[in-house]
């Protein structure tokens, strides 16, 4: 499975972007599908995914800010961002799995395949 991020730019805070994980492979709707961030000098950090039932998670930064959401038909996991903060500047990854369990969503270390970050800056 191959996964590419786009979508990332630079925006003024308050502004919005939207995100795009574009996967191969013809199981798709099998995989649950991650963002991450990682800041620089920070670790990766989880920011929401969202299960092949399409239940979603969120860390808490950034409920009712973020949404994720998946296209089956068109192998493609976004996350639409609004209300941006500074702190939301990163560079946000995704990846997938098929076998984790909705207990580790969170875990970085639990999802199988990665995609090139793509990079949110956030001015103020």
């Known amino acids: 499975v191959q996964l590419q991020a786009s979508g990332g730019g630079l925006v003024q805070a308050g502004g919005s972007l939207r995100l795009s994980c574009l996967t191969s492979g013809r199981t798709f709707s099998s995989y649950v599908v991650g963002w991450f961030r990682q800041a620089p000098g920070e670790e990766r950090e989880f920011v929401t995914a969202?299960?092949?039932?399409?239940?979603?998670n969120y860390e808490d930064s950034v409920k009712g800010r973020f949404t994720i959401s998946r296209d089956n038909a068109k192998n493609t996991v976004y996350l639409q961002m609004n209300s941006l903060k500074p702190e939301d500047t990163a560079l946000y990854y995704c990846a997938a799995s098929r076998t984790i369990i909705l207990s580790d969503i969170s875990r970085v270390d639990r999802y199988d395949y990665w995609g090139q970050g793509t990079l949110v800056t956030v001015s103020s």
């Open positions: 969202i299960s092949r039932s399409s239940s979603t």
